[in-house]
C-alpha cells in the first residue's frame, strides 16, 4: 500500500524563523513533486509544485528545493507564523503514474 | 462551490452496518481519488478513476469496500459491514489528469464506527 506513517515527525520553531522541512523521495524516475500543507480537520492544501527541470521554485514565503541525485525534496518557510501551524506532505509523481505522498511532517509554530 | 466537495462532514455508525460517502469533484477534472486518514498518521491510498478506464482498485482493504464513478463525476465510496478500525477521515481528490498536476482534495468525510 501506499507510506502511512505511524508517527509524525515534528519541528518545532519560534514565530519569526526560518522553517526547513526535509523529504526523501523514493523513485528517482518520479518527474513531478508537490507540498501540501493539512490544518486541523481539513483536506491537504496544495501549496507549492516543482518539475524535475528545475531544481527551485519560489513562491509567496515558500520555496521548494529538489535535489534529485540524493533524491531529496524541501520546503523552506520564510517568517513562520502561527498560522502555518499545520501537517505539510510531500508527493512525487514517477511518469503517467499517480501522485505517491510521503508520510508527513508536522510544524509547530509558538508565538 | 469551485473546489471538491464531500459528504457527509461527519458520519457515526453502528458496527456492522453499511455506509456511504459522497465526492462532488471539481468540474471537468477526469481523475478521482480517495484516500484514508487515521487519526495523527498519513494518507493511504484507496482507489482512484480516470476518465473511462477501469478504476484502479490496488489500495482497498477489503473486500468490504467498494467504490463507483457514475457519468464521470461525482462518486460514492461504499463500505459494508463496518467494523471499529474502518474509523478514519477518508479523503476524495480530484485533477485534471493523473499525472504531473496536482490534486485538489476536499475536506474529507469524519467516520466513526461505534
Known amino acids: 500500500g501506499e507510506s502511512v506513517g505511524l508517527h509524525l515527525p515534528t519541528l518545532s520553531v519560534q514565530e519569526g524563523d526560518n522553517s526547513i522541512i526535509n523529504c526523501a523521495y523514493s523513485n528517482s524516475a518520479s518527474d513531478y513533486f508537490i507540498w501540501y500543507k493539512q490544518e486541523s480537520g481539513k483536506g491537504p492544501q496544495f501549496i507549492i509544485d516543482?518539475?524535475?527541470?528545475?531544481d527551485k521554485r519560489q513562491g509567496q514565503r515558500v520555496t521548494v528545493l529538489l535535489n534529485k541525485t540524493v533524491k531529496h525534496l524541501s520546503l523552506q518557510i520564510a517568517a513562520t507564523q502561527p498560522g502555518d501551524s499545520a501537517v505539510y506532505f510531500c508527493?512525487?509523481?514517477?511518469?503517467?503514474?499517480?501522485?505517491?505522498f510521503g508520510t508527513g511532517t508536522r510544524l509547530l509554530v509558538s508565538p | 462551490g469551485a473546489g471538491v466537495s464531500q459528504s457527509p462532514s461527519n458520519k457515526v455508525t453502528e458496527k456492522g452496518k453499511d455506509v456511504e460517502l459522497r465526492c462532488d469533484p471539481i468540474?471537468?477534472?477526469?481523475?478521482l481519488y480517495w484516500y484514508r486518514q487515521s487519526l495523527g498518521q498519513g494518507l493511504e491510498f484507496l482507489i482512484y478513476?480516470?476518465?473511462?478506464?477501469?478504476?484502479?482498485k490496488s489500495g482497498l482493504p477489503s473486500d468490504r469496500f467498494s467504490a463507483e464513478r457514475t457519468g464521470g463525476s461525482v462518486s460514492t465510496l461504499t463500505i459494508q459491514r463496518t467494523q471499529q478500525e474502518d474509523s478514519a477521515v477518508y479523503l476524495c481528490?480530484?485533477?485534471?489528469?493523473?499525472?504531473?498536476?496536482?490534486?485538489?482534495f476536499g475536506d474529507g468525510t469524519r467516520l466513526s464506527i461505534l
Open positions: 508527493a512525487e509523481t514517477p511518469p503517467l503514474q499517480k501522485l505517491v
Open positions: 468540474s471537468g477534472h477526469t481523475a
Open positions: 516543482i518539475r524535475s527541470n528545475m
Open positions: 478513476f480516470q476518465g473511462n478506464s477501469a478504476p484502479d
Open positions: 481528490a480530484s485533477s485534471s489528469t493523473i499525472s504531473n498536476q496536482p490534486q485538489h
